[in-house]
């Protein structure tokens, strides 16, 4: 007897690449289960941001990895894969541009298919094919009829790129058409609705799955793009590190300045997570009062300092008193107190939140 | 006298997020042989969830997990 075909299914954790990896895996087939982390991941490392009371910047949300999750629902091996650093050629130029917000989303699908298809068709994985949870009309930018083939040809994966969910509103693929998978079995969703997925899904025997608010990733959310084109306009040039982009997850960004920006933690999840980067920045902290923990980014002068003090007074228990103080503790000079009045909102212009 | 039959193996993924510490236990397990076992020291609480959770999918067991003073332990048995 031949040995099963070999599937690599995309997992992002959400309802859809489940679908499909089940779909498939019920005719026979032998999946593994595929991530990226390209740094932007709405999961995983946002555990360590969120309070203890399970709540964070994005409302209360159970402490897994959606793509882990997933991953046991199928009963399926799951592999991880850091592509931080291959993933700024896709962010910072991407040929197809960006969706409505700073998501790449064409560019990062094609980038995906790519390394799933070199990963699964190493010699020692020996994979047959690829396969994604797309669906034909999903998104209005990157999951259209148009751009399936695209993505097929510009990740090398052609017809080894097999889109169960819509498959049958494609051209055959090779899978289909050796016989790997039964054409007849697979579905032709396309559309914005998500109906037909719950309808397969509860047909299928899932229970529940991860609804992850704004999709898989930061980019496709306006406050995060937002923060990240201030960052390259600040920095004057395009890049980043994944502290640069980590940093832009957590807490409120204030640039009174182009030189200098605070970040000043909203919870007390948020103060622990910047802890991390104390030794790293200069950070304030209110001691008269109980308040928020501040990093300051940039080339902050000493002027700049005192007004860091009074918007961290402005955001601690003193608010309203006529005096805090507060301690700047800088990596390389050392610690030093300062005793400020809070800053008046009126004081606060809208326009240095970024 | 007893005899050490397999060594323990180090990592320390202390100061990484989730999920940096899967990846690394992932890649340190890919060259570790079936018996071996591994001490993973980290201090992202979601390592408590996502590690042996990915251990589960790849049948790997955990035989100890212990959180103190902010750092988390977890000895893994690859099987
Ligand atoms: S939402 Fe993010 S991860 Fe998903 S395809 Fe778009 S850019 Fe990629």
Redesign the interface.
């Known amino acids: 007897m031949n040995d099963p075909k070999k599937a690599v299914a995309l997992i992002s954790g959400g309802l859809d690449s489940m679908l499909a990896a089940k779909v498939v895996m019920d005719q026979g087939v032998h999946v593994e289960g595929i991530n990226f ?1 390209t740094g932007f ?1 709405v999961e ?2 946002t ?2 941001i969120r309070s203890r009371k399970g709540g964070g910047p994005r409302g209360p949300k159970p ?3 959606n793509a ?2 997933v ?2 629902q199928l ?8 592509v931080i650093e291959e993933y700024k050629k896709v962010l910072l130029n991407p040929k197809h541009g960006y969706g409505q917000h700073l998501n790449p989303c064409l560019d990062c699908k094609v980038f995906m298919v790519r390394k799933a298809l070199a990963w699964g068709f190493m010699a020692e994985h020996g994979f047959d094919f690829i396969i994604t949870g797309e669906v034909i009309g999903q998104r209005p930018k990157s999951q259209r009829k148009a751009t399936m083939p695209i993505i097929a040809k510009e990740s090398g994966a052609d017809d080894r790129l097999l889109r169960p969910l819509c498959a049958q509103n494609l051209p055959s693929t090779l899978p289909e058409r050796e016989g790997w998978v039964d054409r007849d079995a697979l579905f032709g969703f396309h559309g914005r609705s998500r109906k037909p997925q719950i309808e397969l899904a509860k047909r299928l025997g899932f229970t529940a799955w991860a609804q992850p608010a704004g999709g898989c990733c930061f980019l496709t959310d306006a406050q995060y793009s937002r923060k990240l084109t201030d960052l390259w306009s600040a920095q004057g040039r395009k890049d980043y590190e994944l502290d640069d982009i ?1 940093l832009l997850k957590v807490g409120r960004h204030i640039r009174p300045a182009s030189h200098f920006k605070l970040i000043v933690s909203r919870e007390e999840g948020e103060n622990r997570y910047l802890e ?1 980067y104390r030794r790293r920045f200069l950070n304030l902290r209110p001691i008269s009062h109980a308040g928020p923990l501040c990093l300051v980014d940039g080339h902050p002068q000493p002027t700049d300092v005192e007004l860091a003090a009074r918007v961290v007074a402005r955001y601690s228990q003193g608010r309203e008193a006529a005096a805090v103080t507060v301690a700047a503790e800088d990596p390389h000079a050392g610690c030093r107190e300062l005793t400020v009045a809070p800053l008046a909102p009126a004081e606060l212009p809208s326009a240095w939140h970024v | 006298m007893s005899k050490l039959v397999h060594p323990f193996e180090n990592l320390d993924a202390r100061g990484l997020l989730c999920p940096m510490p899967v990846i690394k236990v992932q890649d340190r397990i890919a060259d570790l042989r079936p018996g071996a076992v591994l001490d993973v020291l980290a201090t992202d609480p979601g390592t408590l969830a996502d590690v042996p959770a990915w251990c589960r999918v790849h049948g790997h067991e955990i035989l100890e997990m212990v959180q103190a003073h902010h750092e988390i332990r977890i000895r893994i048995k690859v099987n």
């Not at chain 1, 009963?75 to 850091?82: E, V, Y």
Request: net charge positive; proline share 0%.
């Open positions: 982390f991941c995983g490392h555990h360590a402490k897994r990895n882990l999750w991953a046991e009963g399926i091996k799951l592999h991880i894969i850091d980590m991390g």
